[in-house]
């Protein structure tokens, strides 16, 4: 069993003002937006079907400028309840980039592009600037109550921000230089990062004008992104308990939200909100999530309103789908239950799995640029896909699957291209069954298994918990340089023999396991039992790897049973002579867990009842005929 060192529990430093920048910039706040209203059938126009359609958007300012035009716009924002008797405005900020070839007789399509969480319009400058020098129309703007645009943030909900996108739409829909699929119909994708790529689905869902879409480091269900809970690895929410708080994450774009106005005061809805930056109720439902430890039902259902999986049966276009590996905020499980869904209706879709994300938002050398398609692989996959989804061009789009793998030796000078693997479906590859045994040992063979048990503590609130990471600023110094670490006595653990040769794991691992818990309320969520599962890399030298700082954790419907857990979805190679250590964990800093202390015990009945059995996603031969990657017998 492996030792990893115990750290100080290290104090929050996350500054609730941070905002990302770029294009994958962050994503909402933790609470929900305020309608949990159904997306309704659109008309053709792009309108809510019996809505009295509001003109197009009106430019009401342009400022001349070298690379492109400013742009400043009237949009309305109807109120859910009575519709346009109660209609205001909203400033929306943005500029124009139009090709300098482009004219009425040679129109090009036109892409929309908006910031993530915190951002603005510029973030988007340098891909617009691109896009534009390759034969396309693109308007960047910021988000509602984001970067200047006035009125809340309501967390990329159809009924506001995809109304306020599409009726944008109808303003580029009206600009002579853009190709038109008929009247009031640009011919048009969108792309964009976190808050910026959720907002592509409720556009698209709302306004049958999209033609396709990109959206990168966003979520399937918000509910899910913010307060997890891997219990349910078909991600059968519906059957799930209530997560696990992402309170580091929730509180860092919550204040993010809060500094808005303060940062923008000419956007400063009036009369002021008394939740500044928010509709009013998110603040309470921030409030109560962090008060109770997780979210209740009415914020769940709102939450969920929000998130495509509420939706996405209204999208019937081409999607590509870009996910980061180093994602504790939208991970790749949420991308994978997206391709699902999108590929269930018979959607064009496909499925990037990328080196970066919200932990990290530092692309690899050659996989992303902004000024040269040699330099920049993802570019590339972009620019091919609306070429030929808007250029109706004769383009190959690849496979359906590809993925980064940061163990491949490529020329950093050029394109991340040889790094990428590629799949024609999810999931990849093959299953490796490792048994857990009572011994401590994960085992290829289920009857070299032993019974047995572990237990350990969960702590009193306040004690020095497992540290995985801050979130939202892992990447920087000094927390980049704290290890992970689990206090004795607090977690179980279960460990292979040395690797026989190397191991490559692509996907998402499944945990079957019995475990028995200190009885709890079961009408109390706050007191039902929770425990974060993770996978380290235990090198020769007895260096320990959390793979990108991803933990995975677990509310228990009942206080003890065989229980399912799905493990963060990775890509990671595991070297010869490594080993691999599952550890169930009683508490994670970055999360609000169980708040019931005691004893937890793992059960192991290899040879009565079902399997303790963690199923591990290779992409490399499992089973050869000199015994696989494990040692002889184990």
């Not at 399937?220 to 349910?232: E, H, T």
Request: hydrophobic share 40%.
């Amino acid at each position: 069993m492996a030792r990893r060192p115990l750290s100080r529990a290290p104090a929050l430093a996350v500054a609730l003002g941070l905002a990302f920048a770029g294009i994958g910039g962050g994503t909402g706040s933790a609470a929900a937006s305020t309608e949990a209203a159904p997306v309704r059938p659109m008309s053709h126009s792009g309108r809510f079907a019996g809505f009295v359609p509001p003109p197009p958007a009106k430019v009401t300012s342009h400022s001349p400028g070298v690379k492109g035009r400013g742009f400043r716009a009237t949009i309305y924002r109807w109120d859910v309840k009575t519709g346009p008797k109660r209609a205001t405005t909203c400033s929306v900020l943005g500029e124009l980039f139009v090709p300098a070839a482009a004219s009425a007789a040679r129109p090009d399509p036109v892409i929309l592009t908006t910031n993530g969480f915190g951002g603005s319009y510029t973030d988007q400058v340098p891909l617009a600037e691109l896009a534009s020098r390759m034969g396309y129309v693109v308007l960047t703007y910021s988000g509602l109550g984001m970067g200047g645009s006035g009125c809340d943030i309501e967390l990329d909900s159809p009924l506001w921000d995809g109304e306020a996108a599409s009726q944008l739409i109808s303003y580029l829909g009206d600009l002579a230089v853009v190709l038109k699929d008929g009247t009031d119909d640009p011919r048009l994708g969108m792309i964009g990062g976190s808050y910026g790529g959720e907002v592509q689905f409720a556009t698209a869902a709302i306004d049958p004008r999209v033609d396709t879409i990109v959206p990168i480091i966003t979520w399937d269900d918000l509910a899910y992104s913010l307060a997890p809970n891997n219990a349910s690895p078909a991600f059968d929410r519906a059957k799930a308990a209530p997560g696990v708080l992402k309170w580091e994450w929730a509180s860092l774009f919550f204040g993010d939200g809060l500094a808005e106005p303060f940062q923008n005061p000419t956007a400063t809805p009036f009369p002021p909100s008394s939740c500044p930056g928010f509709d009013p109720r998110i603040c309470t439902a921030f409030l109560g999530s962090v008060g109770y430890g997780y979210p209740g039902t009415s914020v769940v259902s709102m939450l969920r309103a929000d998130s495509v999986v509420s939706y996405y049966k209204h999208i019937r276009i081409p999607v590509m789908l870009w996910q980061g590996e180093d994602d504790s905020l939208f991970n790749i499980a949420e991308a994978v239950a997206n391709y699902r869904l999108f590929r269930s209706i018979g959607d064009p879709t496909k499925l990037v799995l990328q080196s970066w994300g919200h932990s990290d938002l530092s692309p690899a050398p050659g996989e992303l640029s902004y000024t040269s398609l040699a330099h920049g692989y993802e570019t590339v996959l972009a620019m091919d896909w609306f070429a030929k989804y808007l250029k109706h061009q004769a383009v190959s789009t690849g496979p359906a699957v590809e993925y980064f793998r940061p163990w491949v030796h490529y020329d950093r000078a050029k394109s991340a291209a040889p790094a990428y693997g590629t799949a024609a479906s999810w999931p990849v590859g093959t299953t490796l069954k490792l048994y857990l045994s009572g011994s401590g040992a994960l085992v290829s063979r289920v009857g070299a298994a032993s019974a047995g048990s572990e237990s350990f503590v969960n702590p009193p609130a306040g004690q020095p918990g497992s540290y995985s990471e801050t979130s939202g600023v892992q990447d920087e110094a000094p927390f980049s340089d704290i290890p992970p670490s689990d206090p004795p006595g607090t977690f179980a653990s279960f460990e292979t023999a040395p690797l026989r040769r190397a191991l490559d794991s692509v996907g998402i691992p499944i945990l079957h396991f019995e475990l028995s818990a200190p009885a709890a309320s079961a009408t109390d969520p706050a007191l039902e039992p929770v425990v974060f599962a993770k996978l380290y890399d235990v090198s020769p030298s007895g260096k320990v790897t959390l793979v990108n700082r991803l933990v995975s954790p677990a509310r228990l419907a009942a206080a003890s049973g065989q229980f399912t857990v799905a493990l963060p979805g990775v890509v990671h190679r595991y070297a010869k002579g490594d080993r691999i250590e599952l550890v169930i964990a009683a508490s994670d800093q970055a999360y609000q867990g169980d708040r019931v202390p005691g004893v937890i015990t793992v059960e192991v009945s290899p040879h009565a009842g079902p399997q303790s059995v963690l199923d591990l996603p290779v992409v490399s031969p499992a089973n050869e005929r000199s015994g696989g990657p494990l040692a002889t017998g184990a």
